[in-house]
């Protein structure tokens, strides 16, 4: 196994090398492109596009009787511009939606083609085999020449986007600011559609059609929950994009009777859900730490400001659970979580059953007790609210305000000293 | 007499897809069939593999269990992972037809089912796969099983109608009803999913997908009335099979394809032609050639 990994990615045969950089180039162009139609929200108009090509590459043939690429290329264009040209066109003019839209083209544009396909091969050219293959993509059987071609149609794309990058930009996340600074929208959107058509055209010879909306937007959902940054995530999606090119060559290189283009989009998929799940801060299982780390906040800090309340109502400095409950109705369960973290932590003492807050535990309480007081009289002198109403409010601000936030409030209101329920604001010397 | 069975068989799938796709339609999930109707794939072959034969049942079974899957996964894709519906939909399907074409490149020598056949079918061949019974010719087997399937699609709609019809117009009011939403959206896909997989064999997923969705478009453009688009939508479906049959004989080419097409040349017209929103009553209003009709757009 390790040898046969070190043969591949030695990449001296020419054949893998060929085919290597041919798959790795398209996942580039594809996943660069397809960032776009993601943040766009057109994914599944990528999948249209693919299939409606179909009938512009069988009627170039038809035309030109050549399996020259170029002029595939061409006619697939205008097939693909077609298509989206009628996808707005049904959405404008009738009121069928745009995901019906889609699927409508899509099998009209596919079934025709499928009509054209099958007229060739009546005619017995014997060459229609090439555009067999633009079904189920032909990674592993791709040229030289096919290879050079795709490599300067990936840099022309990646060179476009470079290009335009600010502009794209603008009218994918803002179109009517972009109308409105007197850009010529219209244009760039056809420019944004042309280099779209012309990575799927391309893109398909790796992936093929009915896979090709994967190879341009899920290096995009798989970068997506990664960064905010529209250049980092250009530059994640095409890294992503590059490694399942380069694992699905590696694949149908060890096992030649492997198909190449669905291993690219099982790889795709698999760094997709992995990010969905993992990523930093927009992960599944991110927000789940972050829920759970603010329950546990909610928790222990109710818990301090009953202790604290406790004593300032004169309690002697040992608390039992039952003191607590007749303080504040609190759940049995959540009761005893809080306060073994709390012992954890380092806040609070135990002693046969009784609790007694530690100097950290006394300043935290005070600090909670205090910021609910602080709120308070916020509610009540800024936002003119009753008394009797603002409660329930500092309940909750009490767990989010900020030392930051803590000083302005404290200099807004100039240092005060009772709240409006006339408790004393306790600050620390 | 081939003809006949062959428009018969392309009448039956419209006529079930049409139907299903008519409330895929006004759920805003067309591309639901779509995406159904490739991610079947894995689970076709699966079933296979354990039963060893083309046995419909086990398909069948095989294909609901994906279908239900499939919709899973969009579900948790995009609540859960936060993701667009669309490219949940693509991420979704691409996934699972990679992985049915694996399975298949994998286990090439003990399967006989071939991508090719898969998304092509072949119609073509339904009047020769016929059965008898005490030596009396019953006519095609794939009719059989996709009458069977049109059995059990309309008796569905037939006794769920209320459950189905609620959910598609109004979510919310379905919800505040009591009504189990996520039930009837299974529910629905699961009969999709049992439509492609019955009809894969016989049309192909180009036909099915077509079918799911062009038809009911056509009819929805035609009227607002529910009940009408449902029978619009079987006429179109008959027609488009009949005329697609013919322009595939004419022309010597797929019947699929053909079918699509036609279903398509309807679609134009009712574009063109639709009573109240149509290109040409539109123009007709612009040009005040019909004074007592008021002139708004849209």
């Known amino acids: 196994m390790l040898e046969t990994a070190f043969e591949f990615f030695s990449f001296t045969e020419p054949n893998v090398r060929t085919v290597t950089l041919g798959t790795v180039l398209l996942g580039i162009g594809?996943?660069?492109?397809?960032?776009?139609?993601?943040?766009?929200?057109?994914?599944?108009?990528?999948?249209?596009?693919?299939?409606?090509?179909?009938?512009?590459?069988?009627?170039?043939?038809?035309?030109?009787?050549?399996?020259?690429?170029?002029?595939?290329?061409?006619?697939?264009?205008?097939?693909?511009?077609?298509?989206?040209?009628?996808?707005d066109g049904i959405v404008n003019y009738s009121k069928l939606k745009t995901d019906t839209a889609i699927a409508l083209i899509l099998s009209v544009f596919f079934g025709f083609g499928i009509l054209l396909l099958t007229a060739i091969q009546q005619q017995g050219t014997g060459t229609q085999a090439g555009l067999d293959s633009f079904l189920f993509g032909k990674a592993a059987g791709m040229t030289t020449k096919e290879v050079h071609f795709f490599g300067w149609v990936s840099a022309a794309l990646i060179g476009i986007v470079v290009l335009f990058f600010n502009v794209f930009r603008l009218v994918s996340f803002n179109r009517e600011f972009a109308i409105s600074l007197g850009l010529p929208v219209r244009f760039i959107e056809f420019i944004m559609a042309t280099i779209t058509v012309l990575a799927i055209t391309t893109?398909?010879?790796?992936?093929?059609?009915?896979?090709?909306?994967a190879l341009l937007i899920t290096p995009a959902a798989a970068a997506r929950p990664f960064t905010n940054r529209l250049e980092w995530m250009i530059?994640?999606?095409?890294?992503?994009?590059?490694?399942?090119?380069?694992?699905?060559?590696?694949?149908?290189?060890?096992?030649?009777?492997?198909?190449?283009?669905?291993?690219?989009?099982?790889?795709?998929?698999?760094?997709?859900?992995?990010?969905?799940?993992?990523?930093?801060?927009?992960?599944?299982?991110?927000?789940?730490?972050?829920?759970?780390?603010?329950?546990?906040?909610?928790?222990?800090?109710?818990?301090?400001?009953?202790?604290?309340q406790l004593y300032e109502s004169g309690a002697t400095s040992a608390i039992t659970k039952e003191t607590l409950q007749a303080h504040?109705?609190?759940?049995?369960?959540?009761?005893?979580?809080?306060?073994?973290?709390?012992?954890?932590?380092?806040?609070?003492?135990?002693?046969?059953?009784?609790?007694?807050?530690?100097?950290?535990?006394?300043?935290?309480?005070?600090?909670?007790?205090?910021?609910?007081?602080?709120w308070e009289v916020y509610l009540t002198e800024r936002m003119r609210m009753q008394a009797d109403h603002i409660h329930p409010q500092a309940e909750t601000m009490e767990h989010i305000i900020t030392p930051e936030i803590e000083a302005q409030l404290i200099k807004e209101l100039n240092t005060p000293q009772k709240d409006p329920h006339n408790s004393d604001i306790p600050y620390t010397q | 007499m081939d003809g006949f069975w062959i428009v018969l068989t392309g009448t039956l799938v419209a006529s079930v897809s049409g139907v299903l796709g008519a409330f895929l339609l006004l759920r805003k999930m067309s591309m639901m069939g779509d995406a159904i109707s490739h991610a079947v794939l894995p689970g076709i072959v699966i079933a296979y593999l354990i039963v060893g034969h083309r046995a419909s049942f086990s398909l069948i079974l095989g294909a609901i269990l994906i279908g239900l899957l499939t919709t899973f996964m969009i579900e948790n894709l995009s609540i859960k992972g936060?993701?667009?519906?669309?490219?949940?939909?693509?991420?979704?399907?691409?996934?699972?037809?990679?992985?049915?074409?694996?399975?298949?490149?994998?286990?090439?020598?003990?399967?006989?089912?071939?991508?090719?056949?898969?998304l092509h079918g072949e119609?073509?061949?339904?009047?020769?796969?016929?059965?008898?019974?005490?030596?009396?010719?019953?006519?095609?087997?794939?009719?059989?099983?996709?009458?069977?399937?049109?059995?059990?699609?309309?008796?569905?709609?037939?006794?769920?109608?209320?459950?189905?019809?609620?959910?598609?117009?109004?979510?919310?009011?379905?919800?505040?009803?009591?009504?189990?939403?996520?039930?009837?959206?299974?529910?629905?896909?699961?009969?999709?999913?049992?439509?492609?997989?019955?009809?894969?064999?016989?049309?192909?997923?180009?036909?099915?997908?077509?079918?799911?969705?062009?038809?009911?478009?056509?009819?929805?453009?035609?009227?607002?009335?529910?009940?009408?688009?449902?029978?619009?939508?079987?006429v179109f479906g008959f027609l488009s099979a009949l005329f697609g049959y013919s322009v595939s004989v004419w022309l010597n080419s797929s019947i699929a394809g053909s079918m699509s097409v036609v279903a398509g040349g309807f679609l134009v017209l009712g574009v063109l032609f639709s009573p109240k929103r149509g290109l040409v009553v539109r123009w007709m209003r612009s040009k005040r050639i019909s004074p007592h009709q008021p002139a708004y757009r849209k």
């Open chain 2, 82 to 118: 936060k993701l667009q519906v669309d490219a949940s939909i693509g991420i979704s399907f691409t996934f699972l037809f990679s992985l049915g074409i694996i399975l298949i490149s994998k286990y090439a020598n003990q399967i006989d089912i071939d991508t090719d056949c898969v």
């Open chain 1, 235 to 308: 530059v994640i999606a095409a890294a992503i994009g590059a490694v399942g090119g380069l694992v699905g060559s590696f694949v149908s290189y060890t096992h030649p009777q492997m198909p190449t283009g669905p291993w690219i989009v099982v790889v795709l998929s698999v760094f997709a859900v992995g990010s969905l799940l993992f990523a930093p801060n927009r992960g599944v299982v991110a927000s789940i730490r972050r829920r759970y780390q603010n329950q546990r906040k909610i928790r222990t800090e109710n818990l301090l400001k009953a202790f604290y």
């Open chain 2, 123 to 234: 119609i073509a061949f339904v009047p020769l796969d016929t059965i008898y019974w005490n030596n009396m010719n019953l006519g095609p087997r794939p009719i059989w099983i996709l009458g069977g399937t049109a059995v059990l699609v309309a008796s569905f709609i037939a006794i769920g109608f209320k459950g189905l019809y609620i959910t598609t117009f109004n979510l919310d009011y379905a919800k505040s009803l009591g009504i189990n939403v996520i039930f009837w959206h299974y529910a629905l896909m699961a009969l999709v999913s049992i439509t492609t997989v019955v009809s894969f064999e016989s049309v192909g997923a180009i036909l099915v997908v077509a079918f799911l969705v062009i038809p009911p478009s056509t009819a929805y453009l035609f009227t607002d009335n529910f009940k009408y688009m449902l029978a619009l939508t079987v």
């Open chain 1, 328 to 374: 504040r109705n609190f759940q049995s369960r959540e009761r005893a979580k809080g306060l073994k973290e709390l012992l954890q932590r380092g806040c609070l003492t135990k002693e046969s059953h009784q609790y007694a807050l530690t100097e950290k535990g006394l300043e935290e309480g005070k600090r909670i007790v205090r910021l609910h007081r602080l």
């Open chain 1, 30 to 87: 594809a996943a660069v492109v397809g960032s776009f139609t993601y943040l766009r929200k057109r994914a599944l108009v990528g999948d249209a596009v693919s299939h409606a090509i179909l009938p512009g590459v069988a009627l170039a043939f038809m035309i030109t009787g050549e399996r020259e690429p170029l002029y595939l290329l061409v006619g697939a264009l205008l097939a693909g511009w077609i298509s989206l040209l009628s996808i």
């Open chain 1, 203 to 213: 893109g398909i010879q790796a992936v093929g059609v009915v896979l090709m909306a």
